[in-house]
T-cell receptor, first 108, second 117 residues
């Protein structure tokens, strides 16, 4: 089966940096996605990695190491609106398997 | 970006009734749509993959006779929860893949909150 692990909760201060780690063991791999989800809403796309390395998109960056089965999402210059759940999802044969999500709370 | 809509956004029904949820891709064609279920503070669990013009593929443990999926066109998939019970209360989310893209991204609908009394 698919096994995708990420921390349950993280708390950080406004303006700070937070790194959310994700490790995975899946039967196949066609890329890894990070999504942001606010309570009661659908996930919104943040980033996609299919090759090793760092992808940077404004305040958000995502890193992938396929040999280690590891990814992280880096959130810089945290804002209050970044308080949400962050989901790591592995694409296996066009199906997404999601981690349980990391709830990030940003405090003033 | 691509837009996916869901209708209704919220539904409350009595136990034993059936509920239909629609998922539409508004500005692209989706040969494949996915249906997920999410319980409170849990992650999204894939229920089934809906392919236009063919039968849906259900994940292990998902009853195909209870969760009927129809993907009649390239822009519409429906999920019908038959004989709903309180344990079916959940947040149902659909997503769609753009047939015109090589990219594997799925575009998510806004979700449907189902409450069965």
């Amino acid at each position: 089966g698919q096994n995708i692990d990420q921390p349950t909760e993280m708390t950080a201060t406004e303006g700070a940096i937070v790194q959310i780690n994700c490790t995975y063991q899946t039967s196949g791999f066609n890329g890894l996605f990070w999504y942001q989800q606010h309570a009661g809403e659908a996930p919104t796309f943040l980033s996609y990695n299919v090759l090793d390395g760092l992808e940077e998109k404004g305040r958000f960056s995502s890193f992938l190491s396929r040999s280690k089965g590891y990814s992280y999402l880096l959130l810089k210059e945290l804002q209050m609106k970044d308080s949400a759940s962050y989901l790591c999802a592995v694409n296996d044969d066009y199906k997404l398997s999601f981690g349980a999500g990391t709830t990030v709370t940003v405090r003033a | 970006g691509a837009v996916v809509s869901q209708h209704p956004s919220r539904v409350i029904c009595k136990s034993g009734t059936s509920v239909k949820i629609e998922c539409r891709s508004l500005d692209f064609q989706a040969t494949t749509m996915f249906w997920y279920r999410q319980f409170p503070k849990k992650s999204l669990m894939l229920m089934a993959t809906s392919n236009e013009g063919s039968k849906a593929t259900y994940e292990q443990g998902v009853e195909k006779d209870k969760f009927l999926i129809n993907h009649a066109s390239l822009t519409l998939s429906t999920l019908t929860v038959t004989s709903a019970h309180p344990e079916d209360s959940s947040f149902y989310i659909c997503s769609a893949r753009d047939a015109g893209l090589d990219y594997n991204e799925q575009f998510f609908g806004p979700g449907t909150r189902l409450t069965v009394l």
